[in-house]
């Protein structure tokens, strides 16, 4: 069977839980945060460097865990032809952590909390989404078939 052959694929559900139920925790928090800095409440500023920080540390150690057990070097050895996505998650990933370091300089730097808001609403938007393309891209994998010749990239 798959899962036995390849058990760090597996592996992962068990391994993030708690990463994975702090990061939406965190993200419920920049989302309540960013409504209030759509408001001027100039007491927002201050959680929402707190939960920057918070959502960072979260967002580093979820991902890095998902490295470290290789599931998309397992997707991509049973898949090939999913490899372009693999490749564009990954980048995705950069992306969010680049944007998510940007904003919390910002948090420093503006008097301007409309701003600020809006930028926390386009991290938790870009987390979602690229939550979303990963779930994608798994659903793909799992359920393209025992040839996985239904898990081309240009299927869909």
Request: aromatic share 8%; net charge negative.
């Amino acid at each position: 069977m798959f899962h036995s052959s390849n058990p760090t694929l597996f592996g992962r559900p068990n391994g993030v839980l708690a990463e994975t139920e702090a990061l939406w925790r965190t993200l419920a928090g920049l989302r309540r945060v960013s409504g209030a800095l759509l408001g001027s409440a100039s007491q927002a500023t201050i959680e929402a460097r707190r939960l920057l920080a918070t959502f960072s540390t979260n967002l580093s150690t979820y991902f890095d865990t998902a490295e470290s057990r290789g599931y998309f070097g397992t997707i991509v050895a049973e898949c090939p032809d999913l490899e372009d996505r693999v490749t564009a998650i990954g980048q995705a990933r950069e992306d969010l952590q680049t944007s998510v370091t940007s904003v919390r300089r910002l948090a420093f730097r503006t008097e301007d909390s409309a701003e600020l808001g809006r930028r926390i609403g386009g991290v938790v938007e870009g987390f979602e989404k690229h939550e979303h393309s990963e779930s994608e891209l798994l659903r793909r994998f799992f359920l393209g078939g025992e040839g996985r010749a239904d898990c081309r990239s240009d299927a869909s």
